[in-house]
Protein backbone atom coordinates (compact mmCIF):
# COMPACT_ATOMS: atom_id res chain seq x y z
CA UNK A 1 0.00 0.00 0.00
CA UNK A 2 3.01 2.41 0.52
CA UNK A 3 4.96 1.78 -2.23
CA UNK A 4 1.14 2.58 -4.15
CA UNK A 5 0.90 5.54 -2.46
CA UNK A 6 4.22 6.92 -3.32
CA UNK A 7 3.82 5.89 -6.72
CA UNK A 8 0.98 8.06 -7.30
CA UNK A 9 2.56 10.80 -5.54
CA UNK A 10 5.07 10.29 -7.52
CA UNK A 11 2.90 10.68 -11.10
CA UNK A 12 1.26 13.99 -9.65
CA UNK A 13 3.35 16.23 -11.37
CA UNK A 14 3.54 14.63 -14.77
CA UNK A 15 -0.24 14.99 -14.58
CA UNK A 16 0.39 18.78 -13.87
CA UNK A 17 3.06 18.67 -16.08
CA UNK A 18 0.52 17.33 -18.98
CA UNK A 19 -2.01 19.74 -18.02
CA UNK A 20 0.33 22.77 -18.52
CA UNK A 21 2.26 22.10 -21.41
CA UNK A 22 -1.05 22.12 -23.57
CA UNK A 23 0.19 24.33 -26.66
CA UNK A 24 -2.18 25.88 -29.96
CA UNK A 25 0.50 23.54 -32.42
CA UNK A 26 2.51 24.46 -35.41
CA UNK A 27 1.17 27.67 -36.78
CA UNK A 28 0.24 27.86 -40.23
CA UNK A 29 0.90 31.31 -41.22
CA UNK A 30 1.83 34.29 -39.43
CA UNK A 31 0.31 37.64 -41.22
CA UNK A 32 2.04 41.09 -40.47
CA UNK A 33 0.19 44.37 -40.67
CA UNK A 34 0.88 47.77 -39.81
CA UNK A 35 -1.48 48.71 -37.08
CA UNK A 36 -3.39 45.76 -36.76
CA UNK A 37 -6.71 46.26 -34.47
CA UNK A 38 -9.29 43.80 -35.09
CA UNK A 39 -10.23 41.13 -36.68
CA UNK A 40 -12.80 38.23 -37.67
CA UNK A 41 -13.44 35.00 -39.16
CA UNK A 42 -15.90 34.59 -42.13
CA UNK A 43 -18.21 30.57 -42.52
CA UNK A 44 -15.23 29.70 -44.85
CA UNK A 45 -12.27 30.41 -41.97
CA UNK A 46 -11.60 33.44 -44.09
CA UNK A 47 -9.90 35.93 -42.21
CA UNK A 48 -11.02 39.55 -42.21
CA UNK A 49 -8.60 42.09 -40.30
CA UNK A 50 -8.77 45.95 -39.78
CA UNK A 51 -6.27 48.79 -39.06
CA UNK A 52 -6.43 51.48 -37.03
CA UNK A 53 -7.40 53.90 -39.91
CA UNK A 54 -10.29 52.09 -41.03
CA UNK A 55 -8.48 49.86 -43.55
CA UNK A 56 -9.77 46.25 -44.07
CA UNK A 57 -7.99 43.58 -45.40
CA UNK A 58 -9.31 40.43 -46.60
CA UNK A 59 -6.99 36.65 -45.96
CA UNK A 60 -7.30 33.22 -47.01
CA UNK A 61 -7.36 30.82 -44.32
CA UNK A 62 -4.32 29.94 -45.27
CA UNK A 63 -3.09 33.96 -44.24
CA UNK A 64 -2.85 35.07 -48.31
CA UNK A 65 -3.93 38.61 -48.53
CA UNK A 66 -6.86 38.58 -50.79
CA UNK A 67 -8.75 41.97 -50.77
CA UNK A 68 -8.11 44.95 -49.58
CA UNK A 69 -11.34 48.10 -48.56
CA UNK A 70 -10.31 51.61 -47.95
CA UNK A 71 -12.89 53.95 -47.18
CA UNK A 72 -12.97 57.61 -48.05
CA UNK A 73 -13.54 58.08 -44.67
CA UNK A 74 -10.63 57.17 -42.43
CA UNK A 75 -12.11 56.31 -38.96
CA UNK A 76 -10.81 53.24 -36.26
CA UNK A 77 -13.28 50.58 -36.16
CA UNK A 78 -14.94 49.62 -32.97
CA UNK A 79 -16.35 46.79 -34.07
CA UNK A 80 -15.84 44.07 -37.07
CA UNK A 81 -18.07 41.00 -38.12
CA UNK A 82 -17.78 38.37 -40.33
CA UNK A 83 -19.12 35.42 -38.88
CA UNK A 84 -23.11 36.31 -40.16
CA UNK A 85 -23.25 34.32 -43.16
CA UNK A 86 -24.13 36.70 -45.94
CA UNK A 87 -22.69 40.55 -44.88
CA UNK A 88 -19.47 41.97 -43.07
CA UNK A 89 -20.26 44.74 -40.46
CA UNK A 90 -18.24 47.00 -39.29
CA UNK A 91 -18.96 50.06 -36.64
CA UNK A 92 -17.03 53.27 -36.03
CA UNK A 93 -17.21 55.27 -33.25
CA UNK A 94 -15.48 57.96 -33.83
CA UNK A 95 -17.63 58.87 -37.55
CA UNK A 96 -20.41 57.69 -35.68
CA UNK A 97 -21.49 56.02 -38.82
CA UNK A 98 -21.81 51.63 -39.36
CA UNK A 99 -20.85 50.33 -42.80
CA UNK A 100 -22.28 46.76 -44.11
CA UNK A 101 -20.16 45.23 -46.98
CA UNK A 102 -20.63 41.88 -49.02
CA UNK A 103 -17.75 38.86 -48.96
CA UNK A 104 -15.61 40.83 -51.33
CA UNK A 105 -15.47 44.17 -49.38
CA UNK A 106 -17.98 45.72 -51.37
CA UNK A 107 -19.75 48.59 -49.90
CA UNK A 108 -23.81 47.78 -49.39
CA UNK A 109 -24.78 50.30 -46.72
CA UNK A 110 -23.37 53.16 -44.98
CA UNK A 111 -25.30 54.81 -42.34
CA UNK A 112 -25.15 57.19 -39.52
CA UNK A 113 -26.61 57.22 -36.55
CA UNK A 114 -28.01 60.63 -35.52
CA UNK A 115 -31.24 60.33 -37.91
CA UNK A 116 -32.17 57.29 -35.77
CA UNK A 117 -32.10 58.79 -32.60
CA UNK A 118 -28.76 57.81 -31.44
CA UNK A 119 -26.79 60.34 -30.16
CA UNK A 120 -23.66 58.85 -29.48
CA UNK A 121 -23.45 54.88 -30.73
CA UNK A 122 -20.34 53.94 -28.55
CA UNK A 123 -20.51 50.10 -29.62
CA UNK A 124 -22.57 48.55 -31.88
CA UNK A 125 -23.15 44.98 -33.38
CA UNK A 126 -25.26 43.12 -36.41
CA UNK A 127 -28.23 40.98 -34.83
CA UNK A 128 -30.63 38.68 -36.10
CA UNK A 129 -33.05 39.71 -38.57
CA UNK A 130 -31.18 42.78 -40.12
CA UNK A 131 -31.11 44.72 -36.54
CA UNK A 132 -28.29 46.11 -34.87
CA UNK A 133 -27.80 46.34 -30.86
CA UNK A 134 -26.41 49.91 -30.46
CA UNK A 135 -25.02 51.03 -26.41
CA UNK A 136 -26.13 54.86 -26.68
CA UNK A 137 -23.85 56.31 -24.36
CA UNK A 138 -25.82 59.85 -24.16
CA UNK A 139 -29.07 58.32 -22.24
CA UNK A 140 -27.15 54.78 -21.31
CA UNK A 141 -29.47 52.89 -23.49
CA UNK A 142 -29.39 49.73 -25.08
CA UNK A 143 -31.19 50.30 -28.32
CA UNK A 144 -32.59 47.80 -31.42
CA UNK A 145 -32.18 49.61 -34.36
CA UNK A 146 -34.05 48.22 -37.90
CA UNK A 147 -31.73 49.80 -40.06
CA UNK A 148 -33.63 49.45 -43.27
CA UNK A 149 -36.21 51.79 -42.05
CA UNK A 150 -34.10 53.80 -39.78
CA UNK A 151 -35.70 52.97 -36.67
CA UNK A 152 -35.33 52.13 -33.29
CA UNK A 153 -37.96 48.98 -32.31
CA UNK A 154 -36.80 49.58 -28.06
CA UNK A 155 -35.00 51.01 -25.67
CA UNK A 156 -33.57 49.63 -22.59
CA UNK A 157 -32.06 51.88 -19.75
CA UNK A 158 -29.40 49.97 -18.55
CA UNK A 159 -28.44 52.09 -15.89
CA UNK A 160 -31.50 51.34 -13.98
CA UNK A 161 -31.27 47.72 -14.68
CA UNK A 162 -27.79 47.28 -14.32
CA UNK A 163 -27.37 49.85 -11.14
CA UNK A 164 -24.66 51.86 -12.49
CA UNK A 165 -24.16 55.37 -14.15
CA UNK A 166 -20.70 54.46 -14.95
CA UNK A 167 -20.40 51.76 -18.24
CA UNK A 168 -17.23 51.94 -20.03
CA UNK A 169 -18.54 49.34 -22.28
CA UNK A 170 -16.24 48.69 -24.97
CA UNK A 171 -17.83 45.79 -27.16
CA UNK A 172 -21.38 44.19 -27.69
CA UNK A 173 -21.81 40.78 -29.67
CA UNK A 174 -24.83 38.53 -30.87
CA UNK A 175 -24.02 34.87 -29.99
CA UNK A 176 -26.95 31.67 -30.36
CA UNK A 177 -29.79 34.71 -29.44
CA UNK A 178 -27.96 36.42 -26.44
CA UNK A 179 -26.44 39.66 -26.37
CA UNK A 180 -22.94 40.24 -24.48
CA UNK A 181 -21.99 43.31 -23.23
CA UNK A 182 -18.15 43.47 -22.41
CA UNK A 183 -17.66 45.92 -19.75
CA UNK A 184 -14.09 45.13 -18.92
CA UNK A 185 -13.78 46.67 -15.37
CA UNK A 186 -16.80 45.21 -14.39
CA UNK A 187 -17.02 41.47 -16.34
CA UNK A 188 -19.77 40.49 -18.96
CA UNK A 189 -23.21 40.96 -19.12
CA UNK A 190 -25.71 38.56 -20.90
CA UNK A 191 -28.89 39.75 -22.48
CA UNK A 192 -31.61 37.72 -24.42
CA UNK A 193 -32.86 38.59 -27.63
CA UNK A 194 -35.60 41.41 -26.36
CA UNK A 195 -32.44 43.03 -24.18
CA UNK A 196 -33.49 41.88 -20.83
CA UNK A 197 -30.55 40.93 -18.49
CA UNK A 198 -30.11 37.35 -17.89
CA UNK A 199 -26.85 37.29 -15.40
CA UNK A 200 -23.55 39.00 -15.20
CA UNK A 201 -20.36 37.30 -15.81
CA UNK A 202 -17.80 38.17 -13.16
CA UNK A 203 -14.65 38.15 -15.64
CA UNK A 204 -12.95 41.23 -15.60
CA UNK A 205 -9.88 42.57 -18.20
CA UNK A 206 -11.09 40.61 -21.32
CA UNK A 207 -9.94 42.78 -24.31
CA UNK A 208 -11.93 40.85 -27.52
CA UNK A 209 -15.37 38.38 -27.23
CA UNK A 210 -14.39 34.97 -28.15
CA UNK A 211 -17.32 32.68 -27.59
CA UNK A 212 -16.77 28.81 -27.88
CA UNK A 213 -18.70 26.15 -27.58
CA UNK A 214 -20.82 27.54 -24.81
CA UNK A 215 -17.38 29.07 -23.60
CA UNK A 216 -15.88 32.73 -23.64
CA UNK A 217 -12.19 32.32 -24.48
CA UNK A 218 -9.59 34.98 -23.77
CA UNK A 219 -5.93 35.36 -22.73
CA UNK A 220 -4.69 36.44 -19.57
CA UNK A 221 -0.67 35.91 -18.76
CA UNK A 222 0.23 34.52 -21.67
CA UNK A 223 -2.62 31.49 -21.33
CA UNK A 224 -5.34 30.39 -23.28
CA UNK A 225 -8.08 30.61 -20.54
CA UNK A 226 -12.07 29.22 -20.97
CA UNK A 227 -15.00 29.99 -18.60
CA UNK A 228 -18.14 28.44 -19.52
CA UNK A 229 -21.75 29.44 -19.52
CA UNK A 230 -23.18 26.46 -18.21
CA UNK A 231 -21.24 25.35 -15.08
CA UNK A 232 -19.39 29.25 -14.64
CA UNK A 233 -15.98 27.06 -14.28
CA UNK A 234 -13.12 29.07 -15.13
CA UNK A 235 -10.31 26.66 -16.60
CA UNK A 236 -6.69 27.25 -17.79
CA UNK A 237 -6.67 25.49 -21.08
CA UNK A 238 -3.33 26.11 -22.74
CA UNK A 239 0.14 28.40 -22.86
CA UNK A 240 1.07 30.85 -25.94
CA UNK A 241 4.35 29.98 -27.28
CA UNK A 242 4.66 33.06 -28.28
CA UNK A 243 4.37 36.33 -25.30
CA UNK A 244 2.62 39.42 -26.28
CA UNK A 245 -0.89 37.71 -27.40
CA UNK A 246 -3.86 40.50 -26.90
CA UNK A 247 -6.78 38.48 -28.14
CA UNK A 248 -8.09 35.71 -29.93
CA UNK A 249 -10.92 34.58 -32.49
CA UNK A 250 -12.10 30.89 -33.48
CA UNK A 251 -13.34 30.20 -36.78
CA UNK A 252 -14.73 26.63 -37.76
CA UNK A 253 -11.39 24.89 -38.55
CA UNK A 254 -9.26 28.13 -37.78
CA UNK A 255 -7.76 30.21 -34.64
CA UNK A 256 -6.16 33.38 -34.54
CA UNK A 257 -4.19 34.75 -31.93
CA UNK A 258 -3.43 38.54 -32.28
CA UNK A 259 -0.32 40.72 -31.42
CA UNK A 260 1.06 44.00 -32.23
CA UNK A 261 1.14 44.20 -35.88
CA UNK A 262 0.65 40.41 -36.52
CA UNK A 263 -2.25 37.96 -36.17
CA UNK A 264 -0.44 33.93 -35.95
CA UNK A 265 -3.13 31.31 -37.50
CA UNK A 266 -3.36 27.76 -35.92
CA UNK A 267 -5.82 24.88 -37.25
CA UNK A 268 -8.16 24.69 -34.06
CA UNK A 269 -6.89 21.71 -31.63
CA UNK A 270 -8.88 18.67 -31.31
CA UNK A 271 -8.60 19.09 -27.83
CA UNK A 272 -10.52 22.74 -27.96
CA UNK A 273 -13.24 21.01 -30.51
CA UNK A 274 -14.69 18.56 -27.72
CA UNK A 275 -14.47 21.54 -24.98
CA UNK A 276 -17.14 21.24 -22.47
Known sequence: MRAFILLIIGLVPLFASAQTDVKLGIPLAEISLQNLDLISFDTKDQLFASTTSGDIYLFSADGKQLNLFSPARQGRLNQLEAAWTVNIF????????????????????????????INLAKAATLGNNNMVWVWDESDLNLKLLDFRRNQIIQSQPLNLILESN?????????????????????????????????????????NKLCYYNEHLLWIADNKLVA??????ETKTLAELESPGGIYLQIGQERLAVVFKDKVILYATPDWLKVLK
Open 90 to 117: SFSSDLQEYRILDRFLNPLAEKGFFLAD
Open 227 to 232: ISLTSN
Open 166 to 206: DLSVTEIREFKNRLFMNVPETGVFIFDNQGNLMRKIQIKGI
